[in-house]
Structures are given as structure tokens and as C-alpha cells.
């Protein structure tokens, strides 16, 4: 029996007794583990799961063992995953620690500070934020504002972010400074790091058309961040952010697969699939009766099989431990397109009752439908917008000129 | 014979008139507050007094029955005018839809009972016809059996226009017939308190006033019927059409301002030191909708001069009430997604109001038959 063959018997087995059997239920919203200090668990299997997989560092599966990931290679990492979704399970752990900040500490941090951070990014321990955009500064992030002044051994923060996505229950951000303001603007930024509960931060919530409010305005008013929380070079953080940026959008671009939908949380079966959705909604039980929807699902379907299979195919193609590329622009991209899709369809899929707010008249699910439908608006916004996607696959991918003679101005 | 696509002198000024009395009296700010209170009633009924007054619920009354006969060239420019601020108010469900039906449908001592008091705004009445959540108006299985002289009605309605403040519901509801043909389909007058009837208010994701309402052995006496018995088709097809063109008219005004700030935005908003209304991805996005908004208007206007125009068949102004009710649907779902992209993270926020329109939107698309059904409709009136 080949290596990998015994590697599959063996996580099987381990994750058939060691999977909680409420873990291979669909999940739902509320019982998404972000991790924390302030992390609760609403089901106690969440717990207990979380706390098995983070033992094994598989909720980091292809970090190295050193820092408390699972040192798996690529080909065991994509078992696993296989494995995973086998039996259902649920993810042990969500967290911008894992899709943005640690990939880019592996990479550009020194051996303390990977020490320090990555282990309690692998057991959930430390939840993370990410202070990029400002309210000058979206598109064009290279333009960013607050300064950080090195006095001492500290370096003074002020300014503001804005559109921090749990600002206001994170434990930590990982942060984009300006550290020089006579350079050009690429070459006078760093990127550092800092407890949110340090003097001088304090966040406002800001409600989405969706209703929830889950980002924030967040400020800064002289925080005070010992210089070794740097990551990198001082005035070299451009580099280090494109590059999380390019993982962050591959984790962006999940929501187009079908797998994105089955962890949306909150849904049963008639929502799960959109077909299901429309079919359900109109008593139909064999072919969907209504054939002009008919052809745009199966359009969708095709298009989402077609991005799973790119997904894969990227996956495969990159040598280990390399990450995402330019590529990631154009997964970020045809991921939210499709996404976006799917909550028109489903939309369409179930008429009227879509149309709800909340209160009488409506399923919960229908409801969640409709928030989340407003939600998805957001997915070509954040992470970088569509437009800014499309330019750097225009530039960087395709090599076209640049008409404004923006060249290394867009977040590339 | 060809439409008059420019509005008349009279027209104008009606327009410019509603135009200043909606940014005065019911911005948009006016439709969050009663979102955010979580208003009762769902309007402002002092604005609503002002409306009457204003002449906006007689628009397309004759002058017989308390009107003022100005066409519904008129009520569409005011629609048009509401649409501009998501004015929420009783005019789609008890002027456009309800007093059309009466109109339409009833007979001399119905209208000359309840279209006075329409006009007045005494009365507020709305449309009990979908059934399910997709717009299929043959397909009624509400039903209404006649027993001893009295009907007894027995069904459930949904996506019933401010049902909570109606006083009168026109319920659809059939006679006769099995559930898809449309002979035995009859229109009721029920009075919203009669016994069985139960409302319940729905809360919509545009915070407009809609709900619910279940018919359980309602007990109407025979001359509440509207119309004829068993055939209130095809007049009601023909107040459907007038429904489908005021709302498209509505959908053109709440259009053209979601255009109009995301253009305003382009022209201010600056990224890589300069306005990102420069970059050509945008520039030539907003052009393209700028054309689709020309023809929205044209389909608008076309189809409000068609039903002021007595030698227009009824088949015609349904080809024109499915054209511009699919167009306006397209271009309306177009035009509220571009407007968010193109703010960027701002146009996601609560606080900010383009999201009211995208809401407006999805709500305003499906009413009264959406794109796919009015494609639909209209390949079959085109004889394909
Ligand atoms: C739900 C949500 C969560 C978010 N979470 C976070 C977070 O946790 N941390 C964080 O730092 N940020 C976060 N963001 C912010 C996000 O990254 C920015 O909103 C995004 O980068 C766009 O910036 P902006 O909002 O300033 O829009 P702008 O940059 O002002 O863009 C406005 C419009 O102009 C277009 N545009 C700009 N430049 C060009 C160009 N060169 N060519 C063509 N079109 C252009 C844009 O594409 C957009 O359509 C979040 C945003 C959202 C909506």
C-alpha cells in the first residue's frame, strides 16, 4: 500500500472517531467557530471538535509542526480535505488568522515572531482583524494614511480604518502603517501587528444593508506598539499585504463553490441547491416546470462546476508551499460573480416569498435568504472590487498596457 | 398610429409640481423613519392628505364619480415622481389598482358608491389577487361558492398591497371552472373587517406595506360581486395592465435617482488621484445604462399615452404593458446592482441610501409578473 493510501485509512479512521456526530451536520451561522479570547461555544461539540483538530494542527493542515500546524504536504492536505467533506464535517475553525495572516508569517515573519503568533492562530486562541482600507484610501490602498512614528523602542499610531470586519470582537489586528511620508507611496508603508485591547483603540460599528453590522470603523489615537510587532522590513510592508491580499481573495473565491453554499449555514435541504429551491417552491418533483429558470440554473450549475474544477485545478498546479498568484484575482473574481448569481437565482427560485424582512409570513430560511442575498452584494466589493480584479488580470496576467500609467498603483 | 412620446404642457407642470412636493414632503428620509419606528400604519398619512389634495387620487377618475379626468398620462408622471424618493404611500394599491378595478370592472352603483370616496381618501381599498409567491393571475384557487343567494369565500392571498390599512379588499376568486382557465374567475368586494377574514401585516425587505391575508369561510351577499359573475376576465387582464405600466412608471423615477447619485459619485469620489468616474470600466458601464434609461423611458411614456388613447386596442396596451414592465424589471435590477459596485464599500452601509433602492428593486421586479413572465406574455400576444 502506498504512503498516501495508508496516510487516507488512517485520518479516516481517526476522523470517524473523532468527528462529534453534530459536526457532520450542516452548519449553522451561529455556530461558526471564529475562536478567541472571548470565543463561545454555542454547541459543545464545537469545542471538543476544534480542540482535536488543533492537537493534530489540522486546522492548519500544511503549516509547519514547529509553530503547531499539521506539516502535512500537499497531497496528504488534499486527503484530508477529501476526507473532511466525506463525513461532512463542519470547518473546526474559521479565522482570518488562517486564510490571511499566518500564510504571510510563515513566509515574511522571523522565528519569534512565528513562535508568538502562529501557534494560537492554530488553536483558535487569538482572533484576528485586518486594518487595511481607509475611508480615503479603498481602491487605491497604496495611498493609505495613518502614521506610525517610531519613539524609543514603540512605534505612535493615528489615524483610521474603516470597513474592519470584526473590529470590535477581535483580539488582535494585523495593520497597514505609514512609516514614511516622503517617499512614493508604495515604498513608506509597514505592516505591523497589535492587541486591540492596547490604550488608544476603540471601534464604532457600522450596520450593512443586510441589517447586521459586522465591520466597524475603527480609530487609533496614539497607541503605543513595541517596534518588534513589525513584520518584515520597516517600509516594506507593500509586499507583504499584495501578498496576503492574494490569499485572502482565494479565500474569497470559495464562496463560488458549491461547497460555499453548503456552509452558509441555517438552511435545509430545499435551499441547499438552487434547483432544490425552485423546484420546492413551485411543487414540482421530477424536471423544474418553469423552463426559462430551468436553463439559467443549469447554466449556474455549469459555470460552478467548471470554477470548482479551476479551483482544484490551481490547487494542483501550484508547487508546494508557493500559495496563490495572479490567479487568485481571477478566482476572487468569477467566485463573487457567481455567488452573487446564485442569491439572484435563488431569488427567482422562490418569488415573493424572498422578499421578506423579517416577522410574520416568512420561514427563518426564507429570511436568511434575503439577508444574505443583500450580504453577497458585498462580495465583489471586499477584498479588493471586481474592477480592481479585472485590472490586475488586465495588467498582470494578460501584460496590457496601462492606459493611466497607474502601473503598481492598484492593489496588485 | 403613432403615440405622443412628449409629455404635454399640462403634464409637465403636474410633474414639476409632484416633483417638488415629494422632496419636500416624503424624501427618502421619510421612508427609514417609518422603517425605523416601525410605523403601524407604513405611511404618513398627513402626507397622504396632501396627496388627495394635491389631485393625485383622481387622476384617472372620471369626472362622474369625483374625479378630475386628467388621464393616466398624469398619475403616471406622478408615480414616476415617487418612485424618484421611494414615496411610500396608498397610491399603487388603492388608486392605481383598486379604483382602476372599480372603474374597470363595476357597475353604476358600485362606482357611484366607492370611487367618491377613493378620491377623497376616506377609503383606502387594494387588490387581493396572488396566491402564490409568483405572479400567475389565471391561476386562482381561492374559491367562492354560492349558497342560498350568499357566497362563501374560502383561500389565502398573498403579496397583498397595504392590506393592514385597506379597508376594502377586491379579492379574486373563482366561481367556477377548474384552477387554470380563466372563465369562472369572479372579483369580490370584502369588506376588511367581515368575519374570516384574517390580515396580517408582512414585513418587507423594501419597507413598504404589504401582507397577508386568509379568507376562511367569508360570507359575501351576492351583490359584492364586481362585475359579472364568473367573468372577470378580461377586465381584469386590462387593470393589470394599468397596474403593470403605473408601477413601471414608479420604477422609471426610482431608476433614474439611483442613476443620478451613482453618477453624482463617479463625479466625486477620487481614487489614484483622480475621479474614478475617469476609469473607462466605469465610464462606459454608466453609458451603457444611460442608453437602456432612454429606452425605459421611451417604453414608460408609450405605454401611459396608449392608455389615454381611446382608439388603442386592449391587446396593444397589453403588448406595451408587458414591454415596459419586463424592460423596467431588467433595467431596474441593472441599474440598483451597478450602484452599489460603483460605491464601493459606502453603497453596502445601512446608513447610506442606495441600499434602499436595490430593496426597492427585487420587490418592484417581481410585482405584478416579473421579466421572465412578461417575456413570456408578450411572445404570446406577438402570436410565437
Ligand atoms: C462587507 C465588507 C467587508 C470588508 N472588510 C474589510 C476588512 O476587514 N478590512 C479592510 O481593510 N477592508 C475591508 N473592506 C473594505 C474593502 O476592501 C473596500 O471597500 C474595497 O477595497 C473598495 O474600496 P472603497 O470602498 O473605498 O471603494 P472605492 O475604491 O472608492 O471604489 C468605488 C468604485 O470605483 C471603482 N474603482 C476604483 N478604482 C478603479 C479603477 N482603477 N478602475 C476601475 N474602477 C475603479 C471601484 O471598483 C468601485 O466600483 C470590506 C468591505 C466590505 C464591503
Known amino acids: ?412 | 398610429m403613432t403615440l405622443n412620446l412628449v409629455l404635454s404642457e399640462d403634464q409637465e407642470m403636474l410633474r414639476d409640481a409632484a416633483r417638488n412636493f415629494c422632496q419636500k414632503h416624503t424624501p427618502i428620509k421619510q421612508l427609514r423613519q417609518l422603517r425605523d419606528s416601525r410605523d403601524a400604519t407604513g405611511f404618513d398619512r398627513e402626507s397622504w392628505r396632501q396627496m388627495v389634495e394635491l389631485g393625485w387620487t383622481g387622476m384617472a377618475i372620471p369626472e362622474a364619480y369625483g374625479g378630475y379626468e386628467f388621464g393616466y398620462g398624469g398619475l403616471g408622471v406622478v408615480l414616476q415622481e415617487t418612485g424618484r424618493t421611494l414615496t411610500c404611500s396608498p397610491l399603487i394599491a388603492s388608486v392605481l389598482l383598486a379604483a382602476t378595478a372599480i372603474n374597470k370592472m363595476g357597475n353604476e352603483s358600485q362606482k357611484a358608491e366607492l370611487l367618491p370616496k377613493l378620491v377623497s381618501g376616506e377609503l383606502l381599498a387594494t387588490l387581493a389577487l396572488d396566491e402564490t409567491p409568483f405572479h400567475r393571475p389565471t391561476q386562482i384557487a381561492t374559491t367562492a361558492v354560492l349558497d342560498n343567494g350568499r357566497y362563501r369565500l374560502n383561500g389565502h392571498k398573498t403579496f397583498v398591497l397595504d392590506a393592514h390599512v385597506a379597508d376594502l379588499l377586491i379579492v379574486i376568486a373563482r366561481t367556477s371552472g377548474n384552477d387554470i382557465e380563466t372563465p369562472g374567475v369572479s372579483a369580490f368586494l370584502v369588506d376588511a373587517n367581515t368575519k374570516g377574514v384574517t390580515i396580517t401585516r408582512t414585513s418587507m425587505v423594501d419597507s413598504r406595506n404589504c401582507g397577508n391575508v386568509q379568507l376562511d369561510n367569508v360570507v359575501l351577499s351576492a351583490d359584492s360581486v364586481l362585475g359579472e359573475p364568473g367573468q372577470a376576465f378580461p377586465l381584469l387582464d386590462q387593470v393589470l395592465d394599468i397596474g403593470r405600466i403605473g408601477l413601471a412608471a414608479e420604477m422609471l423615477g426610482s431608476i433614474e435617482e439611483a442613476f443620478k447619485h451613482t453618477v453624482e459619485y463617479l463625479n466625486q469620489r477620487q481614487q489614484f488621484g483622480v475621479l474614478i468616474g475617469s476609469f473607462q470600466g466605469l465610464q462606459h458601464r454608466a453609458a451603457v445604462m444611460y442608453s437602456e434609461i432612454e429606452l425605459c423611458k421611451s417604453a414608460v411614456v408609450a405605454a401611459l399615452a396608449a392608455l389615454d388613447d381611446p382608439k388603442q386596442t386592449a391587446t396593444q396596451i397589453a403588448m406595451l404593458a408587458s414591454l415596459a414592465k419586463a424592460k423596467l424589471s431588467d433595467v431596474f435590477f441593472l441599474v440598483s446592482n451597478e450602484a452599489i459596485q460603483m460605491h464601493g464599500g459606502i453603497g453596502m452601509t445601512d446608513e447610506f441610501d442606495i441600499g434602499f433602492f436595490i430593496k426597492r428593486a427585487r420587490v418592484a421586479q417581481q410585482m405584478l409578473g416579473d421579466a421572465t413572465f412578461h417575456r413570456d406574455r408578450f411572445a404570446t400576444l406577438q402570436g410565437f
Not at chain 1, 257 to 285: C, F, H, I, N
Not at chain 1, 318 to 323: V, Y
Open chain 1, 1 to 412: 500500500m502506498s504512503s498516501l493510501q495508508i496516510f487516507r485509512d488512517n485520518t479516516r479512521a481517526w476522523l470517524e472517531e473523532n468527528c462529534p456526530a453534530s459536526m457532520r451536520t450542516p452548519m449553522v451561522q451561529e455556530e461558526i467557530v471564529w475562536g478567541g479570547r472571548h470565543a463561545t461555544f454555542k454547541n459543545p461539540d464545537s469545542k471538543i471538535w476544534l480542540e482535536r483538530m488543533a492537537e493534530r494542527g489540522w486546522t492548519c493542515p500544511t503549516w509547519p509542526q514547529e509553530y503547531g500546524g499539521g506539516g502535512l504536504s500537499k497531497d496528504e492536505a488534499i486527503i484530508l480535505q477529501q476526507e473532511l467533506q466525506r463525513i461532512d464535517a463542519r470547518p473546526a475553525l474559521t479565522s482570518f488568522g488562517i486564510s490571511m495572516l499566518g500564510p504571510v508569517l510563515l513566509e515574511y515573519g522571523t522565528h519569534e515572531q512565528k513562535a508568538r503568533y502562529i501557534p494560537p492562530i492554530v488553536r483558535g486562541e487569538i482572533r484576528w482583524c485586518q486594518g487595511y482600507s481607509e475611508p480615503g484610501s479603498g481602491s487605491d490602498l497604496a495611498s493609505l494614511s495613518t502614521k506610525a512614528e517610531l519613539q524609543g523602542d514603540h512605534y505612535i499610531i493615528n489615524g483610521s480604518k474603516v470597513w474592519t470586519s470584526y473590529a470590535d470582537k477581535a483580539d488582535w489586528i494585523f495593520c497597514l502603517v505609514r512609516t514614511d511620508f516622503e517617499v512614493p507611496k508604495h515604498s513608506g508603508i509597514s505592516f505591523i501587528l497589535f492587541d486591540m485591547e492596547t490604550e488608544g483603540v476603540s471601534t464604532k460599528p457600522i450596520s450593512l444593508i443586510s441589517g447586521a453590522s459586522p465591520f466597524c470603523e475603527t480609530f487609533f489615537d496614539d497607541v503605543k506598539v513595541p517596534a518588534e510587532n513589525l513584520i518584515g522590513q520597516v517600509n516594506d510592508g507593500w509586499t507583504i499585504a499584495k501578498r496576503l491580499l492574494q490569499h485572502e481573495r482565494t479565500m474569497i473565491s470559495s464562496f463560488g463553490l458549491s461547497k460555499g453554499q453548503s456552509d452558509r449555514g441555517g438552511t435545509t435541504s430545499s435551499m441547499a441547491t438552487v434547483e432544490g429551491a425552485a423546484k420546492a417552491y413551485r411543487g414540482d418533483t421530477g424536471t423544474l416546470s418553469d423552463p426559462v429558470l430551468r436553463d439559467q440554473i443549469a447554466q449556474f450549475n455549469i459555470d460552478s462546476e467548471a470554477f470548482a474544477l479551476t479551483s482544484q485545478r490551481s490547487v494542483q498546479e501550484s508547487k508546494h508551499g508557493q500559495g496563490p498568484n495572479a490567479t487568485s484575482s481571477m478566482l476572487k473574481y468569477y467566485g463573487c460573480e457567481l455567488n452573487k448569481r446564485r442569491y439572484e437565482l435563488l431569488l427567482q427560485s422562490i418569488g415573493s416569498q424572498s422578499l421578506g424582512w423579517e416577522g410574520d409570513g416568512f420561514a427563518n430560511e426564507e429570511l436568511l435568504v434575503t439577508r444574505e442575498w443583500l450580504r453577497s452584494k458585498a462580495n465583489s466589493i471586499e477584498g479588493g472590487t471586481l474592477e480592481v480584479q479585472l485590472n490586475i488580470i488586465a495588467k498582470r496576467v494578460l501584460g496590457l498596457p496601462d492606459m493611466l500609467s497607474m502601473a503598481n498603483k492598484t492593489r496588485s
